[in-house]
């Protein structure tokens, strides 16, 4: 595999993009643009409003700012220059919840979902930006649907819709043409050119069909029970489990971040996405929060500050087991 080197820790970042020949850092005091070569800042913009994602677009020209506090207006950031252009104004009568967002593979679109609150009702909505006309559609106006979020399939030319309750749902020419309904999970991935699903399990992950079908289980933490908090609780926990996971289809990879009880230490296992064997297994005694694989970049989230690993493709390396910060 290729070599995962550590190569900066940002101690005050909320999100960060990868735009190619720059790293875009959310903090506190606003928005900074990096250099990718050095590290080094180059812009800085005091922009205040709260987000918790910055979603790059793919021709790494421009960057959303999510914010999942103030949805009624949407903002695109260019990059290098941070200026600020409002792609989306929500005019209607109730409460916009924005929950997520994707671009098209071309970068022309940008695609929004979102809850819609209107009388205490909620239902989501698929809010579809041509980015080069300016032209704007609305999907799923009081359909009664609830998605939780989205992914653009570039293999399958789909965006793919997740449900609350397992289903996940094609949408292609302005209406669903497939659903799928699968166990539950917090993330989905679709690997192997888009045929197969890859979703996350307590101890592991699963492959499964677009029917639905789990097609291979494939636990690899032991479960060791934890002794329940009471006499009364139903059921144990497990000593490692899953904490979050990401996928790279370019590398074939998959990291896998499990959290360890007590001591609540984490790890994070990479797995090759084509046998599925383990390459490499790294510990933290920080807090980890989450993970987020940009290529060729992994943002680890601490309590101790944003850290970037840096994939290098230069040596293979054996399975190993150590800390690498």
């Known amino acids: 595999m ?7 820790k940002f101690v005050s970042a909320n999100a960060i993009g990868n735009l190619g020949n720059y790293l875009v850092i959310k903090s506190l005091d606003g928005l900074t643009v990096f250099s ?14 709260y987000v918790n994602r910055l979603i790059p677009s793919p021709d790494k020209r421009s960057l959303l700012a999510f914010s999942t506090l103030f949805s009624d207006s949407v903002y695109l950031y260019a990059v290098p220059s941070l200026k600020r ?7 209607g009568k109730g409460i916009l919840l924005l929950k997520d967002a994707c671009f098209s593979p ?7 979902l979102a809850d819609e609150v209107v009388a205490g009702k909620a239902e989501s909505i698929l809010i579809r930006k041509n980015l080069k006309t300016a032209v704007e559609e609305i999907f799923f106006e ?53 045929h197969l699903i890859l979703t996350d399990t307590k101890l592991g992950f699963n492959l499964i069909s677009h029917n639905g079908k789990i097609i291979q289980r494939c636990d690899f933490l032991i479960p060791v029970p934890l002794k329940p908090l009471n006499s009364q609780a139903r059921e144990f926990d497990y000593k490692e ?18 959290v360890i009880k007590p001591e609540n ?26 993970i987020d694989y940009q290529d060729p970049y992994l943002f680890v989230r601490t309590d101790k500050g ?6 290098k493709d230069k040596e293979n390396l054996k399975a190993t087991s150590h800390k690498d910060h």
């Open 142 to 194: 009081n359909s009664g649907l609830r998605f939780n979020g989205l992914k653009f399939i570039v293999e399958l030319s789909t965006l793919a819709l997740f449900g609350p309750n397992g289903e996940i749902s094609f949408f292609q020419g302005g209406s669903l043409v497939h659903q799928s309904r699968i166990e539950n999970y917090h993330k989905a991935f679709f690997i192997e050119q888009g």
């Open 2 to 8: 290729p070599k995962l080197t550590l190569i900066k």
């Open 106 to 112: 071309d970068s022309t679109k940008l695609y929004l």
């Open 241 to 258: 489990t899953y904490a979050d996971i990401e996928v790279s289809n370019k590398r074939n990879l998959i990291l896998y971040l499990t």
């Open 36 to 49: 990718a070569t050095d590290l080094l800042p180059i812009v800085k913009s005091p922009d205040l409003d």
């Open 85 to 91: 252009n409002l792609v989306f104004q929500y005019k």
């Open 265 to 290: 230490k984490f790890r994070i296992y990479v797995f090759s996405s084509l046998d599925f064997s383990l390459l490499k297994k790294m510990s933290f005694n920080e807090v980890v929060y989450g």
């Open 306 to 311: 944003t850290f970037v690993f840096l994939f």
